[in-house]
């Protein structure tokens, strides 16, 4: 099993520009997150789902869409990027409320100029 | 609301050390308390966890015991190895409607020295 993948792993983008952020899991979870890292921040969460079909906000939603038409794939689109945007991007998934344990990708860095 | 403070870092050792790194948390209910670690250039990985109180979590040598009265989950390891030198993240569950949310504590850098 890949666990959880995500691509690119680095991206620059102009402020204004538009990128989707993927994140695939091969680990049959229903529920998957997405967070973003800054240094000394912790981890925020920005968005999760439940379920193909279902999401819903997290933390610091704003400025970033999800879909999940498939129980693999949660991706994350930023449509306007601002260089607050500037950060590292997590995704991570787990089975069910039950086992509560989270696994997470390798991440995408983006810098926002 | 619930959230998790822990020791600023970064913590430097020397190979063979005790290792100590605080983390207390403020939740309402009884919420599942975990350490993640981050080695460089990686996502986090689960370390160990503890669902109730009393508990201790263990995994490579790490141990944290889930303490209600102190709302403390300190991580402990006996002998520290260069290997170990990672961000170590203190996080509690957050039942919200149809699934747990982690809440993380800022992380604490792990420097081990040979």
């Known amino acids: 099993n890949a666990g959880v993948t995500q691509t690119p792993k680095f991206r620059i983008l102009k402020i204004g520009q538009s990128m989707t952020l993927q994140c695939t899991q091969d680990?049959?979870?229903?529920?998957m997150y997405w967070y973003r890292q800054d240094p000394g921040m912790g981890l925020k969460l920005i968005y999760y789902s439940v379920g193909a079909g279902i999401t819903d906000k997290g933390e610091v939603p704003n400025g970033y869409n999800v879909s999940r038409s498939t129980t693999e794939d949660f991706p994350l689109r930023l449509e306007l990027a601002a260089p607050s945007q500037t950060s590292v991007y997590f995704c991570a998934s787990s089975y069910s409320t039950s086992d509560e344990t989270q696994y997470f990708g390798p991440g995408t860095r983006l810098l926002v100029l | 609301g619930n959230s998790v403070t822990q020791m600023e870092g970064p913590v430097t050792l020397s190979e063979e050390a005790f290792l100590t790194i605080n983390c207390t948390y403020t939740?309402?209910?009884?919420?599942?308390l975990f350490w993640y670690v981050q080695y460089p250039g990686e996502g986090l990985q689960l370390l160990l966890k503890?669902?109730?109180?009393?508990d201790k979590g263990s995994n490579k040598g790490f141990e944290a015991t889930y303490r209600k009265e102190t709302t403390s989950f300190h991580l402990e390891k006996g002998s520290v190895q260069v290997s170990d030198s990672a961000v170590y993240f203190c996080?509690?569950?957050?039942?919200?409607?149809?699934?747990?949310?982690?809440?993380f504590g800022t992380g604490t850098l792990l420097a081990v020295q040979p």
């Open positions: 996080a509690l569950s957050n039942y919200g409607g149809a699934t747990n949310k982690l809440i």
């Open positions: 680990m049959n979870h229903n529920y």
């Open positions: 939740a309402t209910g009884y919420p599942s």
């Open positions: 503890a669902t109730k109180a009393d």
